[in-house]
């Protein structure tokens, strides 16, 4: 069988999240009988099975989702929840560390605050890595999370608008979440906190591989027109409307929120602020806010909040952000059975491949800039070199770095 990753959200096809949404109906029944029945009827879908579950950034959700999901499986977890208590901080690389756990383990979860170093373990391992967290570049279990919260409580994914409000920037889960929700062809929203905008990369790779219409909006009544007449004509394509810098202005604007399905919060990533005096405005979504969003509409957020998330909403039934966080449990209890291709998972075929983009000869050392980009360490250098992919661009190509996803332009070399 060959070995699955899940580094990126497009590690997986549309079929195969579909499937292991399915898969998660079940174990989330399993859990609930399981619970009834006095925790007689453990499933040993994984009996034998050992996961690693490394996190050299903090975590509650994340990392006792996974850990709570492979003890239902009827396996075994290992776990690392700091740097200072393994051999990196001695000194050792990401990729020695990645082949000794490799070798105790059948899976490894990684959180990591270096762009990339999921892939890199992935590169080193004989087992399936999943990335549960890499930097400000992805985080595809929670996006799996959050289109299983979707197709549960809206019914749908397809043709559903959903607004991205917040620090679009920084927060890792927004990213990865855009390139699904573009994938399920919903349409999508991006109301940013000022100079914390979507990178402009992600954007043009959902206009260009997904042929989403891009609309660049600075005026928030246009925007209000815009999302309403869009949502009433069905034949529209599927859109992206962009509202940089305009978080709190959105939501002061008017008594009435337009046909907006699921707004999606994210907290302001302070940790990851080059310039960590900055200040951000931005509204908390709280019970006068809710009066203004549609009866159906719901409230999402990865968590943890700080205060762009009132405590006073957490009862209305919009607010599906507790319910999202405990989908994380049966979702990651399929993942690992698909990556491990057990239980409902023991027959399936692995035709899909990951997109792939021609390999750029890197003759003239071209270093990928991201300054947290695990190829720009100097303590993993001498075991992983910059690499880059060409990727179309409307002005020509571009490199992409196949650690982080981070665009540069080349146009000399690709001349
Ligand atoms: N949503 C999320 O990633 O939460 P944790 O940081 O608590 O894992």
Redesign the pocket.
């Known amino acids: 069988m060959d070995i699955r990753h899940l580094t990126t959200i497009d590690d997986v096809s549309n079929e195969e999240i579909l499937m292991m949404f399915d898969a998660a109906d079940v174990m989330s029944q399993r859990i609930e009988k399981n619970k009834s029945k006095g925790h007689e009827s453990l499933l040993d879908i994984c009996a034998g099975y050992n996961m690693a579950s490394l996190f050299f ?7 006792l ?1 996974f850990e709570s999901a492979m003890y239902r499986l009827g396996g075994n977890v290992i776990s690392v929840t700091e740097t200072g208590s393994t051999s990196v901080a001695k000194g050792e690389t990401i990729a020695d560390t990645a082949r000794i756990i490799g070798s105790y383990v059948d899976i490894i979860v990684v ?1 990591h605050p270096w762009e990339g170093a999921p892939k890199v373990i992935a590169d080193y391992v004989g087992v399936p890595v999943i990335n ?2 890499d930097g400000a570049h992805q ?1 595809p279990t ?1 996006t799996l999370t959050d289109l299983y919260t979707l197709r549960k409580e809206k019914g749908r994914i397809e043709g559903l608008t959903v607004a991205l409000c917040g620090d679009l920037k920084y927060g890792r ?1 927004v990213h990865s979440l855009a390139y699904a929700l573009a994938r399920f062809k919903a349409n999508i929203v991006l109301i940013s906190a000022h100079s914390l905008d979507m990178p402009a990369y992600i954007i043009k790779d959902l206009e260009l591989r997904y042929g989403y219409y891009r609309e660049e909006i600075a005026d928030v009544g246009q925007a209000f027109e815009k999302i309403n007449s869009h949502s009433q004509n069905s034949e529209q394509t599927s859109t992206i409307w962009v509202l940089s810098g305009l978080w709190s202005d959105f939501f002061k604007h008017s008594d009435e929120i337009p046909d907006i399905d699921a707004f999606y919060l994210t907290r302001v990533q302070k940790e990851r602020f080059v310039d960590n005096g900055a200040k951000i405005e931005y509204p908390t979504f709280d019970s006068k806010l809710l009066k203004k969003i549609k009866a159906d509409a719901i409230i999402m957020h ?3 909040r700080v205060d762009e998330l009132a405590y006073e909403i957490d009862d209305d039934p919009r607010s599906a952000y507790f319910r999202q ?1 405990s989908y ?1 449990v049966p979702v990651r209890m399929a993942l690992i059975s698909f990556l491990l291709g057990v239980g409902p998972f023991s027959d399936f075929e692995r035709t899909f491949q990951k997109p792939k983009f021609p390999r750029y000869e890197n003759k003239d050392d071209v270093k990928c800039g991201n300054p947290k980009c695990i190829s720009m360490q100097e303590s993993e250098s001498q075991q992983i070199a910059p690499e880059f992919e060409i990727v179309p661009s409307d002005s020509g190509s571009l490199l992409r770095c196949v650690y982080c996803e981070r665009e540069i332009e080349y146009k000399n070399t690709l001349r």
């Open positions: 950034e903090p975590s509650t959700r994340t990392r989702s959180r549960a967290g985080h929670q889960t990865p968590l943890p966080a994380g």
